[in-house]
């Protein structure tokens, strides 16, 4: 795949030209709306935009819903052509990329602003308190499955992870290989919330969550922001920083019903998005040079690789403890440590990654060369929501030509 | 099918609402309804709202009730070790159980008298209740264990404390 020419295209692609991230992790007495303010000022102030300069704004919020339009108003952003909230849930920061891109491409705007925001963590509590819930039943039928323990999406994660488990013999040594992987990548990553180094043994020792999910399966927690901006590609020309292009799409909703027949914890909606992304950017599974997958668990990475087709259905497991996806690898993956080391924000943090990388900017250990196109995923609910992004630094007007 | 036994201690206490009444007043009784098709009959999730079958014609896609063996198999499960709730931190390990119901829907529902260890996914499990002491508590709700099929092995009823 490296030194591969991409694929001559007709069309233009969308250009990521900003990227602004606030600290994040342990960062107390700050707002979802104090981070995304200063996301969206960090990302206008990468591309060499002011903020007047915008047209457009997409916010996504955390579980907490604490972030909204007025945010736009806050930031004194006047006479936007574009702003709504966005919520794909784990999905959200690939269906506002989407947006956004389809905007500058259709003239409905020409610099639009997608940010991300989250302050689920407080001073003295515990990083598991941030997400449960001590709210009471819903009433009814749905209050069913609570009632009997079935609460948050750790117990909901577990029984899709060992469904797969039953159906495919996948272990959690399989899946522990995914958690020590993106740990040796955030070993190099300064911002990265854990950096010791971990041992499949650490993995196999961690607490039980639900299993088969040890606590070392499960994403961390953060407080920050992140914000991108997304721009046409004649815009990007003007402007001091190196595009990234938004070469491919996709969504994938598939609607399992619980019951008989279900795909539940066997087959997500990456099998409709990864494959629409990559016909939209007209190159193939050989052209991905890096991969940035929703990691809310590590059986997510390995139930996408699956469904991208990187390998075969049921052989995810194989492929994670085969060792490719960490440094030195040949199919890197969640190079900075991703969202179960480096921070969680909620598919924000694949998505900066990618972006970090193709322009150059990561640290020598982990900076990954020569890529031409990374492929970026979101997850959300319980594994029933996918957005895939084909990224890439070659503009696609004139990529492939003389 | 039914069991005697308090809700387990410190549960999050389970409300009707007017809608899904018939469900509890069924499981008051030990019977097990689910969401169905009244025009073909079809088994549904339980929070369907509407029956995609495409032969209905437009508006005759509403749903009702229809009783179900209380049989199924087992799909998947957990035991759960942290406490995704505080009310169920005094319960903590417990065993969930994603079931398949013979007629279809598939239940969440807690796992009692079987040993977490030896559970493997197409496992035969019975539906029994739990029913609230008093009425305060709440609503009666249903679990599952595994099935036995002769009366020499009955099936374990629900008890107070569904941990092990």
């Known amino acids: ?402 | 099918m039914t069991a005697p036994a308090p809700g387990p201690p410190g549960a999050p206490i389970l409300r009707r609402t007017p809608a899904d009444a018939p469900f509890f007043d069924a499981a008051a009784r030990g019977e097990l309804l689910i969401r169905g098709c009244p025009a073909c009959a079809y088994a549904l999730p339980m929070d369907a709202y509407a029956c995609p079958h495409p032969e209905h014609p437009p508006g005759a896609d509403g749903l009702g009730w229809l009783p179900a063996s209380g049989r199924g198999t087992l799909v998947s499960w957990s035991s759960v070790h942290r406490a995704p709730h505080p009310a169920f931190a005094g319960q903590v390990p417990y065993t969930i159980a994603l079931v398949e119901l013979d007629e279809g829907p598939w239940l969440e529902a807690r796992l009692v008298g079987a040993d977490p260890a030896g559970l493997r996914a197409g496992l035969r499990l019975r539906a029994a209740f739990v029913h609230p002491a008093d009425p305060a508590d709440g609503e009666s709700f249903p679990v599952f264990a595994p099935d036995h099929p002769t009366p020499d092995h009955p099936t374990p009823l629900a008890t107070g404390d569904p941990a092990p």
Not at chain 1, 154 to 175: D, F, I, P, V
Not at chain 1, 294 to 307: A, I, N, Q, S
């Open chain 1, 1 to 402: 795949m490296q030194g591969r020419p991409p694929r001559t295209d007709q069309g233009r692609a969308a250009a990521l030209v900003g990227l602004g991230e606030t600290e994040t992790g342990k960062v107390y007495g700050r707002t979802a709306r104090d981070f995304a303010a200063e996301a969206v000022r960090r990302a206008a102030a990468d591309a060499g935009l002011r903020l007047a300069d915008l047209d457009g704004l997409l916010v996504a919020s955390g579980l907490r819903h604490d972030l909204d339009l007025t945010l736009a108003n806050a930031l004194g952003l006047t006479d936007l052509r574009l702003l709504s909230q966005v919520n794909a849930f784990g999905a959200t920061a690939g269906a506002m990329v989407q947006y956004a891109a389809e905007a500058v491409l259709s003239g409905a705007a020409v610099a639009v602003a997608c940010v991300f925001a989250d302050a689920p963590l407080r001073p003295g509590k515990s990083t598991g308190v941030a997400y449960s819930t001590d709210r009471p039943l819903p009433p009814g039928l749905p209050g069913l499955r609570a009632a009997a323990g079935v609460f948050g999406v750790n117990t909901l994660y577990a029984l899709a992870a060992r469904r797969h488990m039953e159906a495919y013999g996948t272990t959690s040594e399989q899946l522990g290989a995914i958690a020590v992987q993106q740990r040796a990548w955030a070993v190099h990553n300064p911002r990265a919330q854990m950096r010791d180094p971990l041992t499949l043994a650490d993995h196999q020792a961690s607490r039980w969550i639900a299993e088969p999910l040890h606590l070392l399966d499960c994403c961390l927690v953060s407080n920050g922001g992140t914000a991108v901006i997304v721009t046409s590609p004649e815009r990007a020309a003007d402007l001091p920083a190196a595009p990234v292009y938004i070469w491919g799409y996709g969504q994938g909703h598939p609607g399992n019903r619980y019951m008989r027949g279900s795909d539940f914890g066997l087959r997500t909606g990456a099998a409709a998005a990864g494959p629409a992304a990559l016909a939209m950017a007209g190159i193939g599974l050989d052209d991905i040079g890096m991969l940035q997958l929703y990691d809310c668990y590590t059986f997510t990475v390995l139930v996408t690789l699956e469904d991208y087709g990187f390998c075969k259905k049921g052989e995810g497991g194989d492929l994670a403890a085969s060792g490719i996806l960490g440094p030195g690898g040949s199919l890197p993956t969640n190079t900075g440590g991703g969202q179960l080391s480096a921070s969680y924000l909620w598919g924000m943090t694949p998505l900066a990654e990618a972006v970090n990388q193709l322009r150059g900017r990561a640290e020598p250990e982990r900076l990954v060369r020569d890529v031409d196109f990374a492929m970026v995923s979101g997850n959300g609910g319980i594994l029933d929501h996918h957005s895939t992004l084909i990224l890439s630094g070659h503009d696609r007007r004139t990529a492939g030509r003389p």
